[in-house]
């Protein structure tokens, strides 16, 4: 079933070090996983998305990395700077059929960066 | 461009009441959706649509209208309100490739509130 926590998992890190962000993701038939960042009063922004084809992706200052043996994802950001503060989702979704769009978000990681 | 507008930002409901939430972009997108988002937890699904006149359920449709007039406009209409439809709501959209939607671009959410 769902969780309905309201305390999400934190992170805190000091401005300069690396962070890894993890997520643990439910459909084995997912095949395309994304990252969000969404600041407070925002809508969520994209990162970073990955293919199942590939277990890892880079783009600037953030890497992806993906585990399908055992349904694990997690986001990299070096020298994490204090603009990175936010609450960061993973989503997955199944390509092909109709699934379309239909991304299922995990329950989001706060990322607090102390100067 | 715009991106994704949602309006109005902010909205108090008595029970009962009905209300339409709109969303607007300007990027030609064939697919546009919309999410529910509560506190502690990640974005669930709503409705979505693939292009003007077609739409289908999410993973929470109860209590919730769309139509898909033209591929701009993607109201959200609340039936008949309820305090469990206390949310903050996200609209957002992306193109269509090979059939599939990646990266989804979203609007900056409007704030329900039923009383």
């Known amino acids: 079933g769902e969780s309905v926590g309201l305390h999400l998992p934190t992170l805190s890190v000091q401005e300069g070090d690396n962070s890894i962000i993890n997520c643990a993701y439910s459909n084995s038939a997912s095949d395309y996983f994304i990252w969000y960042k969404q600041e407070s009063g925002k809508g969520p922004q994209f990162i970073i998305d990955i293919r199942s084809n590939m277990d890892k992706r880079q783009g600037q200052r953030v890497t992806v990395l993906l585990n399908k043996t055992v349904k694990h994802l997690s986001l990299q950001i070096a020298a994490t700077q204090p603009g990175d503060s936010a609450v960061y989702f993973c989503a997955e979704n199944r390509a092909g059929g109709t699934s379309y769009g239909k991304l299922t978000f995990g329950q989001g990681t706060i990322l607090t960066v102390h100067p | 461009n715009a991106g994704v507008t949602q309006t109005p930002k902010f909205q108090v409901l008595k029970t009962g009441q009905s209300m339409t939430l709109q969303c607007a972009q300007d990027?030609?997108?064939?697919?546009m959706s919309w999410y529910r988002q509560d506190p502690g937890m990640g974005l669930r699904l709503i409705h979505y649509?693939?292009?003007?006149?077609?739409?289908d359920q999410g993973e929470v449709p109860n209590g919730y209208n769309v139509s898909r007039s033209t591929t701009e406009d993607f109201p959200l209409r609340l039936l008949s309100a309820a305090p469990s439809q206390t949310s903050v709501y996200f609209c957002?959209?992306?193109?269509?490739?090979?059939?599939?939607?990646?990266?989804?671009?979203f609007g900056p959410g409007t704030r329900l509130t039923v009383t």
């Open positions: 957002a959209s992306s193109p269509l490739s090979g059939g599939f939607s990646y990266e989804q671009y």
């Open positions: 649509s693939v292009g003007a006149g077609i739409t």
């Open positions: 990027m030609n997108h064939e697919y």
